[in-house]
T-cell receptor
Framework: RKEVEQDPGPFNVPEGATVAFNCTYSNSASQSFFWYRQDCRKEPKLLMSVYSSGNEDGRFTAQLNRASQYISLLIRDSKLSDSATYLCVVKPPGGGATNKLIFGTGTLLAVQP | DTEVTQTPKHLVMGMTNKKSLKCEQHMGHRAMYWYKQKAKKPPELMFVYSYEKLSINESVPSRFSPECPNSSLLNLHLHALQPEDSALYLC???????????????FGDGTRLSIL
């Protein structure tokens, strides 16, 4: 089982649609969780951190389910500019040299006009 | 605009050349990272510097040589690269490394490297 798994997509949705991505992680003791977006041939950019109580930033909502070991990202009212690859990123437990980010393979979103 | 600056944006080099990639951040971050990313793949960690000391080398071939001259700068020296080393090289920084609190990494916009 991969440490972080995502559906690679692509998700093709019309403008204005609501779309949700899920991501599962294997290490139940993982501590920190993030969603990054990456545009084609650009760098990953932090979209939002994911907190235990769930958090919202405008049209974006992130949820964490520790019992089932998955993280979700909900995008409401999709815009053309939301088209990108969304990377689920997990920080495993432990300190020191083991404290590296684990990246999922990314989910490709294409918002259609 | 990214707060982590990388130069050059693009680099084409032959297999016998020596070149360097540069990365700079002025956010006061004490951890800096080099990643390699191939097309349609997630970034792969290469090196981690914490307080200007090398903390992690992910078994990277010696033709890649990192250097951290000070807390704001990170270099990656390249020598005798292979065509399969062609990729996007990303620098990132975070406040600290090895801490348990929620600390995201911030990426530079990368150097696209092509080896002929």
């Amino acid at each position: 089982r991969k440490e972080v798994e995502q559906d690679p997509g692509p998700f093709n949705v019309p403008e204005g649609a609501t779309v949700a991505f899920n991501c599962t992680y294997s290490n139940s003791a993982s501590q920190s969780f993030f969603w990054y977006r990456q545009d084609c041939r650009k760098e990953p950019k932090l979209l939002m951190s994911v907190y235990s109580s769930g958090n919202e930033d405008g049209r974006f909502t992130a949820q964490l389910n520790r019992a089932s070991q998955y993280i979700s990202l909900l995008i409401r009212d999709s815009k053309l500019s939301d088209s990108a690859t969304y990377l689920c990123v997990v920080k495993p437990p432990g300190g020191g040299a083991t404290n590296k980010l684990i990246f999922g393979t990314g989910t490709l979103l294409a918002v259609q006009p | 605009d990214t707060e982590v600056t990388q130069t050059p944006k693009h680099l084409v080099m032959g297999m016998t050349n020596k070149k360097s990639l540069k990365c700079e951040q002025h956010m006061g971050h004490r951890a800096m990272y080099w990643y390699k990313q191939k097309a349609k793949k997630p970034p792969e960690l290469m090196f981690v510097y914490s307080y200007e000391k090398l903390s992690i080398n992910e078994s990277v071939p010696s033709r890649f040589s990192p250097e951290c001259p000070n807390s704001s700068l990170l270099n990656l020296h390249l020598h005798a690269l292979q065509p399969e080393d062609s990729a996007l090289y990303l620098c990132a920084s975070s406040q600290e490394f090895g801490q348990s609190q929620n600390q995201p990494q911030h990426f530079g916009d990368g150097t696209r490297l092509s080896i002929l």
